[in-house]
């Protein structure tokens, strides 16, 4: 007999070998129904497998992060069958489980797959999914995969296996496929019941520019169609909502080949709608106790090396700037840690300075490879809100919590109601990718969760997605139409202050380490306004759209009187545009609208003798008619309302 023990600690005896799918029986046939995968232990496994020995348990249906990979995992190896049979001699890459379904690499030879060809390959798909295949894993040694994949003439997959440990391979099978995979599948075919293959692109092998570019095919797929209906309805909005469309519509941001791929320039309205999201920022962190500091876009490539950058990202970064100096190499700036480590270190601290916060707005350069490029949100250079705190260990607990506050005054006044939190952690079996010592990581493991504990914060904890110099806490942010979004960071850091040697004198007179906080509430401003874009559809709340009010006259007439309200505006802090065009009155509110204006006013002979102005909301229609004082109070309410989130 075995004991296995669940989620919520109770424990109950099995016979050796007992699979999770019968665990799911024994506690419902319904539970059996739905189970997909199982976690055992800190493994995720196929609910077929066999259980050996004691063990530590929990179910997923599809519904949860486990069940959706495994599903996705599935149904790529599922749509991999169907190009087997649809393009004989197709050759395979890999065929991973993404956030939302799942893509395959696929070299097809001569032939090339288009979008016109993703039906016929989804229909191929639930053809074969009525056959009912099971996933059959099967551990193999290093020489039978190499002898299996050989045969079939797999390079890709043979370049895989050479570089795996013998005793560690296993193949799936399902159908007439069988592929290289380390698992978990969902235990039959028969449960994808709704497919739909996405796009086409092209992605290098391994990403490496350099190597053959196959054929990726993207796709999703559910275990009812109704949900695939949801899905296909959410798309459709996102389409809608696509920070690239908008952003071009409302004249934010563009690109330019010339000036190179991934470097956004700020057109003037994205220039005022950034510039405000900082003034924003900057007054909240001067209530806060921080100094803004501005640090060069260069540093010397030594500096890097110190801070671990280089060795981390030195590769798969832009290249050293040489100069005419013998030996001297500059790197473009990945990261402002290093920079305001080097402002710590400008004059000695004592106790009593501390803590010290440094803030800064500051643009870093990161080379993505082309193909992973998407508008505002994966670029190549961008600036951080970013922060740095430099705290005794005894300030660390409150200082963490006050950066929590600032984090939630942000998504207060942008209006992001829902989010998850999330401790990520150092993976605990593969330790050699971070740097610093065991105790360090300890102490700043331990310090961000005792500081969640008292703000009361629910979270979750993922193991292996620290920074690779410390533990950190992420925000997970929930759109409009219920996507998820990575916004706004907290790094505890015992490391670079010491790789930079960083001191201050403690009441004792001894010389002691400082611990540093890394904290970027909105992350980068590129990715944030993108989000921020999609989540709003381009109406951005009153207080930081570029154009607040545009004035509407009906006729030449009431130019005059249009301008006189255009000028009290502005001159009353109400960003304010006039539309002077000689078109009818009913053509302005339209196109004023699909600019997403906030107030529109519009104003003819009536309102120019009573001295009013006729208003209209966005999304609201006619409002009624106004004393413009009147309008400029109201105005005013609805942005200090929006600003301290009462709105």
Same mark, same amino acid.
């Given at each position: 007999?075995? =004991?296995?023990?669940?989620?919520?600690?109770?424990?109950?005896?099995?016979?050796?070998?007992?699979?999770?799918?019968?665990?799911?029986?024994?506690?419902?046939s319904?539970?059996?129904?739905?189970?997909?995968?199982?976690?055992?232990?800190d493994?995720?496994?196929?609910?077929?497998?066999?259980?050996?020995?004691?063990?530590?348990?929990?179910? =997923?249906?599809?519904?949860?992060?486990?069940?959706?990979?495994?599903?996705?995992?599935?149904?790529?190896?599922?749509?991999?069958?169907?190009?087997?049979?649809?393009?004989?001699?197709?050759?395979?890459?890999?065929?991973?489980?993404?956030?939302?379904?799942?893509?395959?690499?696929?070299?097809?030879?001569?032939?090339?797959?288009?979008?016109k060809?993703?039906?016929?390959? !989804?229909n191929?798909?639930?053809?074969?999914?009525?056959?009912?295949?099971?996933?059959t894993?099967?551990?193999?040694?290093?020489?039978?995969?190499?002898?299996?994949?050989?045969?079939?003439?797999?390079?890709?997959?043979?370049?895989?296996?050479?570089?795996?440990?013998?005793?560690?391979?296993?193949?799936?099978? =399902?159908?007439?496929?069988?592929?290289?995979?380390?698992?978990?599948?969902?235990?039959?075919?028969?449960?994808?019941?709704?497919?739909?293959?996405?796009?086409?692109?092209?992605?290098?092998?391994?990403?490496?520019?350099?190597?053959?570019?196959?054929?990726?095919?993207?796709?999703?797929s559910?275990?009812?169609?109704?949900?695939?209906?949801?899905?296909?309805?959410?798309?459709?909005?996102a389409?809608q909502?696509?920070?690239?469309?908008i952003?071009?519509?409302?004249?934010?941001f563009?690109?330019?080949?010339?000036?190179g791929?991934?470097?956004?320039?700020?057109?003037?309205?994205?220039?005022?709608?950034?510039?405000?999201?900082?003034?924003?920022?900057?007054?909240?962190?001067?209530?806060?106790?921080?100094?803004?500091?501005?640090?060069?876009?260069?540093?010397?490539?030594?500096?890097?090396?110190?801070?671990?950058?280089?060795?981390?990202?030195?590769?798969?970064?832009f290249?050293?700037?040489?100069?005419?100096?013998?030996?001297?190499?500059?790197?473009l700036?990945?990261?402002?840690?290093p920079? =305001?480590?080097?402002?710590?270190?400008?004059?000695p601290?004592?106790?009593?300075d501390?803590?010290?916060?440094?803030?800064?707005?500051?643009?870093?350069?990161?080379?993505?490879?082309?193909?992973e490029l998407?508008?505002?949100?994966r670029?190549?250079?961008?600036?951080?809100?970013?922060?740095h705190i430099?705290?005794?260990?005894?300030?660390?607990?409150?200082?963490?919590c006050?950066?929590?506050?600032?984090?939630?005054?942000?998504?207060?006044?942008?209006?992001f109601?829902?989010?998850e939190?999330?401790?990520?952690?150092?993976?605990?079996?593969?330790?050699?990718?971070?740097?610093g010592?065991? !105790?360090?990581?300890?102490?700043?493991?331990q310090?961000?969760?005792?500081?969640?504990?008292?703000?009361?914060l629910?979270?979750?904890?993922?193991?292996?997605?620290?920074?690779?110099?410390?533990?950190k806490?992420?925000?997970?942010i929930?759109?409009?139409?219920?996507?998820?979004?990575?916004?706004?960071?907290?790094?505890?850091?015992?490391?670079?202050?010491?790789?930079?040697?960083?001191?201050?004198?403690?009441s004792?007179?001894?010389k002691?380490?400082?611990?540093?906080?890394?904290?970027?509430?909105?992350?980068?401003?590129?990715?944030?306004?993108?989000?921020?874009?999609?989540?709003?559809?381009?109406k951005?709340?009153?207080?930081?759209?570029?154009?607040?009010?545009v004035?509407?006259?009906?006729?030449?007439?009431?130019?005059?009187?249009?301008?006189?309200?255009?000028?009290?505006?502005?001159?009353?802090?109400?960003?304010?545009?006039?539309?002077e065009?000689?078109?009818?009155?009913?053509r302005?509110?339209?196109?004023?609208?699909?600019?997403?204006?906030?107030?529109?006013?519009?104003?003819?002979?009536?309102?120019?003798?009573?001295?009013?102005?006729?208003?209209?909301?966005?999304?609201?229609?006619?409002?009624?008619?106004?004393?413009?004082?009147?309008f400029?109070?109201?105005?005013?309410t609805?942005?200090?309302?929006?600003?301290?989130?009462?709105i």
């Amino acid at each position: 007999m075995i =004991h296995i023990t669940f989620p919520d600690g109770h424990t109950k005896e099995y016979n050796k070998g007992v699979s999770p799918l019968e665990i799911a029986q024994d506690i419902s046939s319904q539970l059996a129904r739905e189970v997909v995968v199982a976690r055992v232990n800190d493994e995720l496994w196929d609910v077929m497998r066999p259980i050996e020995e004691d063990a530590r348990i929990s179910l =997923h249906k599809f519904d949860s992060k486990e069940g959706n990979h495994a599903f996705w995992h599935s149904s790529a190896h599922l749509m991999a069958e169907a190009l087997q049979e649809l393009y004989p001699g197709v050759r395979f890459g890999i065929g991973p489980a993404i956030e939302q379904g799942f893509y395959y690499d696929v070299d097809t030879g001569d032939r090339m797959i288009t979008d016109k060809d993703l039906s016929v390959i !989804e229909n191929k798909m639930i053809e074969l999914a009525r056959n009912k295949s099971s996933f059959t894993r099967q551990q193999v040694s290093k020489a039978e995969a190499i002898a299996f994949f050989k045969d079939k003439n797999e390079d890709y997959k043979l370049e895989l296996i050479n570089e795996l440990e013998d005793g560690t391979i296993t193949h799936y099978t =399902h159908g007439s496929f069988t592929d290289l995979c380390r698992g978990p599948h969902i235990p039959s075919t028969e449960i994808i019941k709704a497919v739909k293959l996405l796009s086409v692109a092209g992605a290098y092998w391994r990403g490496d520019e350099k190597r053959k570019q196959l054929t990726r095919i993207y796709g999703i797929s559910y275990p009812k169609k109704k949900l695939l209906d949801e899905f296909l309805e959410k798309l459709e909005l996102a389409k809608q909502r696509d920070h690239r469309k908008i952003g071009k519509e409302l004249e934010l941001f563009m690109f330019s080949q010339r000036v190179g791929q991934g470097l956004p320039m700020w057109l003037p309205k994205g220039a005022m709608l950034r510039e405000r999201l900082e003034n924003f920022l900057k007054n909240v962190q001067r209530k806060y106790g921080y100094s803004q500091v501005i640090t060069p876009h260069i540093g010397q490539k030594e500096l890097y090396e110190t801070s671990g950058h280089y060795a981390k990202y030195g590769k798969d970064s832009f290249q050293p700037i040489l100069t005419p100096e013998e030996k001297e190499e500059f790197l473009l700036k990945p990261m402002n840690c290093p920079h =305001h480590c080097e402002i710590y270190k400008n004059k000695p601290h004592s106790y009593k300075d501390l803590p010290i916060r440094l803030a800064e707005f500051g643009t870093v350069y990161r080379y993505e490879q082309s193909g992973e490029l998407h508008g505002l949100t994966r670029v190549r250079g961008f600036t951080q809100d970013d922060a740095h705190i430099f705290c005794t260990p005894e300030q660390l607990k409150e200082e963490f919590c006050k950066v929590i506050d600032i984090i939630f005054y942000i998504f207060n006044a942008l209006d992001f109601k829902e989010f998850e939190a999330q401790v990520s952690l150092r993976d605990k079996e593969n330790t050699e990718k971070y740097i610093g010592s065991d !105790e360090n990581w300890e102490k700043s493991e331990q310090a961000i969760i005792e500081a969640v504990q008292e703000k009361g914060l629910e979270t979750t904890v993922e193991y292996g997605e620290a920074a690779f110099y410390g533990p950190k806490l992420d925000f997970m942010i929930k759109d409009a139409i219920g996507r998820k979004w990575q916004l706004g960071t907290i790094q505890v850091d015992y490391n670079l202050p010491e790789r930079f040697d960083l001191e201050y004198i403690g009441s004792d007179g001894a010389k002691h380490r400082p611990v540093m906080i890394h904290r970027a509430p909105f992350g980068s401003l590129e990715r944030f306004v993108a989000v921020l874009i999609e989540h709003t559809a381009g109406k951005f709340p009153l207080w930081l759209t570029p154009e607040q009010v545009v004035v509407l006259p009906v006729s030449e007439k009431c130019n005059e009187y249009a301008k006189n309200i255009l000028n009290l505006l502005n001159n009353s802090d109400i960003r304010t545009v006039i539309d002077e065009r000689n078109e009818k009155v009913g053509r302005k509110i339209r196109d004023n609208e699909l600019k997403r204006i906030p107030y529109l006013l519009v104003v003819g002979e009536k309102e120019q003798k009573n001295q009013t102005v006729s208003v209209r909301k966005q999304g609201e229609g006619d409002v009624g008619v106004m004393k413009i004082e009147d309008f400029i109070s109201h105005i005013s309410t609805e942005v200090e309302n929006m600003m301290n989130g009462k709105i």
